[in-house]
């Protein structure tokens, strides 16, 4: 699985251009996480993004929009798991967010894919470190798995290779992205970010 995409949590200058910008550049997934957007906000964010490519977007939250708006799927936090059987009946990609073994373990298999956090030292949130020990980690994953696991927390063009080498199916880009570009707003600069670390993925 290619890289995928979370977007910054808050309002961003520009951010939907470099969005638009990954998407042309091969961005397959992108997941809006906006906890405090309503859903007014939800739906002008999502109408501001290329309408060709609303079927690559999955929803943290307002999930009542992927169906309205013909996006691609749900994601599931600890904030909305409530809402999970909600949408066990539905013909949609769902995942959702794993923060310990003991609830990798105990994935269900309705899920398409998990995104585990944090494997390393977070770019976005300071001072928030793995919680897993590596050893214990790759041992899972390189075991038959039927969730495809994904890497979330501090994954970047230099550590990249170690989240291959740990056996995960695919790795989650935020921070690597978004630090630098909220202080420099370059989209050619976020676009290179992120072709590199898609490059070095697959």
């Given at each position: ?9 808050t ?96 994935l ?5 894919y ?75 600069g976020?676009?290179?970010r ?9």
């Open positions: 699985m290619k890289p995928i995409v979370i977007c910054y949590p309002k961003l200058d520009k951010e939907v251009e470099a969005i638009n910008a990954m998407f042309e550049a091969g961005l397959e997934v992108l997941h809006v996480r906006k906890p405090a957007y309503s859903e007014a906000d939800m739906v002008a964010f999502i109408n501001s993004i290329d309408a060709k490519y609303h079927n690559k977007i999955a929803l943290h939250s307002n999930l009542h929009l992927v169906e309205l708006k013909g996006l691609r799927g749900v994601h599931f936090t600890s904030y909305n798991r409530h809402l999970i059987d909600d949408y066990s009946d539905k013909a949609l990609p769902k995942s959702i967010s794993v923060h310990s073994m003991s609830e990798l373990i105990n269900s298999e309705s899920f398409n998990a995104l585990l956090s944090p494997v390393f030292e977070s770019i976005s949130k300071e001072g928030y470190g793995p919680a897993i020990d590596q050893s214990v980690l790759k041992n899972y994953l390189k075991k038959n798995h039927e969730v495809p696991v994904l890497a979330l927390g501090g994954i970047d063009h230099k550590n990249v290779d170690v989240a291959k080498e740990l056996g995960f199916d695919g790795v989650a880009l935020h921070g690597h992205l978004w630090a630098q570009f909220e202080k420099d707003g370059d989209i050619n976020v676009v290179e992120f072709k590199e670390v898609t490059e070095k993925w697959t």
